[in-house]
């Protein structure tokens, strides 16, 4: 069954999310594998001599919990994506109501996670940034990259890490809010269209509710 241009639309914002998800996880990845797995969002940094060092990480489970999230849904993203072009070349699959309100209630999910990961990111990286600055050591959180770091290696691009993670997270907002509004479009269109072409679900329902019409001879 050919996919309607909505539907269409949906996969391409998915795939979109799928790439911004992985970038995501991965800057954030790496910058925790930078401070030899230690997490630096929200964290304390201090002088060691002449170099920097992070004094106060923060909890590794907050690192993972803003990379699990993002990568277990860029891996949603990407399932799904299979599954449709499997879908749309071999079988002949409608996505009815009952699983458009699962996609309704999946969307709603991941934007939830996404805002949260994304505002972690932010506040984290400020508040991290701020520790450095106030050290008076150097004048932002992108010089900071150019310094040494103890032990030696730790940090390497940390700033340009963390800034790609929450771009990428803020994007993948938006492009789940449009997944969103067009499921709600689907949801809208499929209800209208439901009892024009005598859905199964909609007439069952009805037959209930009023009764079969006796027929006439």
């Not at 230690?38 to 002088?47: E, F, H, K, Q």
């Not at 920097?52 to 993972?64: E, F, G, K, T, V």
């Amino acid at each position: 069954m050919a996919l309607s241009w909505l539907q269409r639309v949906e996969l391409a914002l998915f795939a979109a999310a799928f790439l911004c998800g992985a970038v995501a996880a991965a800057a954030l990845t790496r910058t925790q594998g930078s401070f030899g797995g230690s997490c630096p969002l929200y964290g304390v940094a201090a002088l060691n001599g002449s170099s920097l060092a992070l004094s106060s990480p923060s909890a590794p489970s907050l690192c993972s919990f803003v990379a699990g999230a993002s990568g277990l849904l860029a891996l949603y993203c990407l399932l799904l994506l299979l599954f449709w072009v499997y879908s749309s070349c071999i079988e002949d699959s409608h996505r009815g109501s009952i699983g458009l309100r699962i996609a309704l209630a999946i969307s709603a999910i991941a934007i939830f996670f996404i805002l949260v990961s994304a505002c972690i990111l932010r506040f984290g990286t400020r508040s991290l940034c701020n520790s450095i600055i106030s050290l008076n050591h150097t004048i932002s959180c992108s010089d900071a990259q150019k310094i040494s770091w103890t032990p030696p290696g730790t940090a390497v691009q940390f700033y340009s890490n963390l800034q790609n993670a929450e771009t990428s997270s803020w994007v993948n907002l938006v492009l789940w809010c449009l997944v969103w509004m067009l499921q709600v479009v689907q949801c809208k269109s499929e209800a209208t269209q439901a009892p024009e072409r005598g859905d199964p679900e909609w007439s069952s329902e009805t037959a209930a509710l009023v009764g079969h019409r006796p027929s006439q001879s």
